[in-house]
């Protein structure tokens, strides 16, 4: 047992970093980057998998093929190609000032996170009985009507779980921006590690508010899914009977 008493480890510096105003930014950092990203795919993402169900082959391709793409590619590959190939391509002083890595960043894990989220909405589609689509149309609405008002708040239960352990994959993968020089927590770890030699005492902060994080959206995730899970045994009736209530007693549908 003579080698545990080689080990090297100062438990005082985990404490002194866990709350360094340096540490704490990157923190900060991390988050932007993962929240702005997210709601840049969520958005985009529901777009594509819109275009994806579609019949219409002009539609559905150009979003099958960029789903490929983004899904295909190494998510470090398409950081450097939109950080330092957009600044070869476009050799104009207004786009290199206002390209910053944090917005190159957030652009890159937004447009991948897209083609992920882009399948979850389609599986969440694809989840509802196809009928309510013909019966809506019977009823009179048009097809973006049906979607927005009785397809997808039906998928939104089968969407809500992968979509929480999306945004928890990409909280950490923000990790790999330091490829192109953001600062994010463990990037800034690296950094205040390679200064002062104690590696495994900043990786440890950085692991500790990675856990602290990932448990909070996680609790949060639980939570929306318990409180959805008890609002849809205590309503009994679909989204499509109240459509169809509303149809029924005359009043419009928009």
Do not use: H
Request: glycine share 6%; hydrophobic share 55%.
């Amino acid at each position: 047992m003579d080698w545990l008493l080689a080990i090297r480890y100062d438990i005082d510096t985990v404490g002194d970093f866990l709350f360094n105003p340096i540490i704490l930014r990157a923190l900060l950092q991390t988050l932007y980057i993962a929240l702005l990203a997210m709601v840049l795919g969520v958005g985009l993402g529901v777009v594509l998998a819109v275009m994806r169900v579609s019949r219409n082959p002009f539609v559905s391709v150009p979003a099958g093929v960029y789903i490929w793409f983004w899904r295909a590619t190494p998510v470090i590959l398409q950081l450097l190609a939109l950080w330092f190939g957009l600044r070869q391509l476009i050799d104009e002083d207004i786009f290199r000032d206002n390209w910053t890595r944090f917005r190159a960043a957030v652009v890159t894990f937004g447009l991948n996170e897209a083609a992920y989220m882009a399948e979850i909405v389609r599986g969440g589609i694809q989840s509802v009985e196809s009928g309510q689509m013909d019966a809506a149309k019977s009823l009179g609405m048009t097809n973006l009507q049906a979607l927005r008002r009785i397809i997808l708040p039906q998928a939104f239960r089968v969407i809500i779980p992968p979509t929480g352990n999306e945004f928890i994959a990409l909280l950490k993968n923000t990790s790999v921006a330091f490829a192109i020089g953001v600062v994010e927590l463990l990037n800034a770890a690296k950094i205040q590690a390679a200064r002062n030699f104690q590696v495994m005492e900043l990786y440890t902060v950085a692991a500790i508010w990675y856990l602290v994080l990932v448990s909070i959206f996680s609790l949060g995730q639980a939570e929306l899914e318990r409180v959805m899970a008890v609002s849809e045994r205590e309503r009994p009736e679909t989204l499509f009977s109240r459509a169809l209530a509303i149809v029924s007693s005359g009043r419009r549908v928009v």
